[in-house]
């Protein structure tokens, strides 16, 4: 039984959903699509569970069963393909409630036809995954409907305690007082746990009126191999590269990217879902210059970061050290409806949950597939995040994902 450790920050905050939109080289087939998910299912034990709660450490875990939990959807009109503005507003419907995950599944499917090939829309649960193990989990359901393979079962380790954590990424003082002062005050405030359920009621209520509009962004091959060739030149990322471009357009100081942790962390298993990533921030108060002199400052603060263990793991650090409690009521804390000081710090000051003034690129990097033909990455909507582009290149074609609230 896996329990909940680092991932518990996606359990009681809204908008934690995220999507992979992709178009498969196959006919659209029914009992073909039954099967590949019924495969799916069987490799990757959290596509059976939901959410259980244990009462007596108030611990949450992924109860798995035997049967899929995954809910899948086979509309009857067809689409014109992945970018067909349905499938955004398919994607915004099931993004528009709160999942009840203690009776839900953590991935719904949505299958369309399209002339020879099939166009598939998987949501994920920021439970259920991270954004690499999204696109893995998406590249095996395409091999598995397009090719005939079967994969391989394969077994969970997720983060389960500070031991997981590289020596040298503790706390720096500051950051370990200020939580530590926190879990102090919630236990001096007498505060009773927040529930699921109080929580789930809230998020509802929560949803109905934050919302996000989506578009997209494409760079066809030629551009694409016109900006990688700039970066070689300049020695930077294409990621340096979006980084400059968005802290130039968009006029923000601030960036938080996701980094994938899979190559340093020596208990996970290749093909395992759960969320093996992290997440820090690239701050850019003085933007002159042009783009590529800009992009090479972002490239070293990246660097920099990167190499730095406490930067790094900050966020992951904090999210084991604070008390589960403090951590599960942040959010309502910070939007007014859970009585909780110490709650409400942790959500205004450390999340900026108070209100959505962050921007943050998360890029699942590029890949090569005979069984996709294109597919593009919808990234996750943080309440405190007002815009979020999500990157993927797939067969020489980058397409962005933008989500994004109103000021």
């Not at 994920?124 to 005939?148: K, M, P, Q, T, V």
């Not at 997440?279 to 090479?296: H, Q, R, T």
């Not at 793991?313 to 904090?318: A, K, M, R």
Request: charged residues 30%; contains cysteine; negative net charge.
């Amino acid at each position: 039984m896996e329990k909940i450790f680092t991932e518990r920050a996606h359990l009681m905050c809204p908008h934690m959903i995220f999507g992979i939109a992709m178009s498969v080289n196959s006919a659209f087939e029914k009992n073909r699509i039954d099967d590949s998910f019924r495969i799916l299912a069987k490799n990757h034990p959290l596509l059976r569970a939901v959410i259980g709660h244990d009462e007596t450490d108030n611990s949450y875990f992924y109860a798995v069963t035997e049967a899929s939990k995954i809910e899948m959807m086979l509309p009857d009109e067809t689409i014109t393909g992945p970018e067909d503005p349905s499938l955004l507003e398919e994607f915004d419907r099931l993004t528009s409630h709160d999942w009840n995950i203690m009776e839900e599944g953590l991935l719904k499917a949505v299958v369309w036809s399209c002339e020879s090939k099939t166009i598939f829309l998987l949501a994920f649960h920021h439970l259920l995954a991270d954004g690499r193990g999204a696109l893995y989990l998406a590249s095996e359901l395409a091999e598995i409907y397009a090719e005939g393979k079967v994969g391989n079962p394969v077994t969970e380790k997720l983060i389960s305690s500070k031991a997981d954590f590289p020596k040298g990424s503790e706390l720096s003082f500051i950051s370990r007082v200020l939580v530590n002062k926190a879990n102090r005050d919630w236990d001096k405030e007498g505060n009773e746990s927040l529930s699921y359920t109080r929580y789930h009621e809230f998020a509802e209520d929560f949803l109905k009126g934050d919302k996000v509009r989506f578009s997209l962004e494409k760079t066809a091959p030629g551009e694409l191999e016109n900006v990688a060739k700039k970066c070689k030149e300049n020695e930077v990322t294409i990621n340096d590269y979006l980084m400059a471009k968005a802290f130039l357009e968009d006029g923000t100081d601030k960036i938080i990217i996701a980094k994938d942790l899979r190559d340093v962390l020596p208990f996970y298993n290749e093909g395992a879902l759960g969320n093996y990533s992290t997440a820090f921030s690239i701050v850019m108060k003085k933007k002159d210059g042009d783009l590529w002199s800009l992009a090479k400052r972002v490239h070293k603060e990246v660097r920099k970061a990167v190499s730095d263990p406490k930067a790094l793991y900050l966020v992951l650090q904090c999210y084991a050290i604070l008390k589960p409690e403090v951590l599960d009521a942040a959010f309502m804390a910070a939007k007014g409806g859970f009585s909780s000081k110490s709650a409400r710090f942790i959500g205004e000051m450390f999340f900026g949950f108070s209100e959505p003034k962050g921007f943050s690129i998360t890029n699942l990097g590029k890949i090569e597939s005979k069984s996709i033909d294109t597919a593009f990455f919808i990234p996750p909507s943080s309440p405190a995040i007002r815009k979020t582009l999500g990157v993927l290149t797939v067969n020489g074609e980058m397409i962005t994902c933008i989500s994004e609230r109103d000021k």
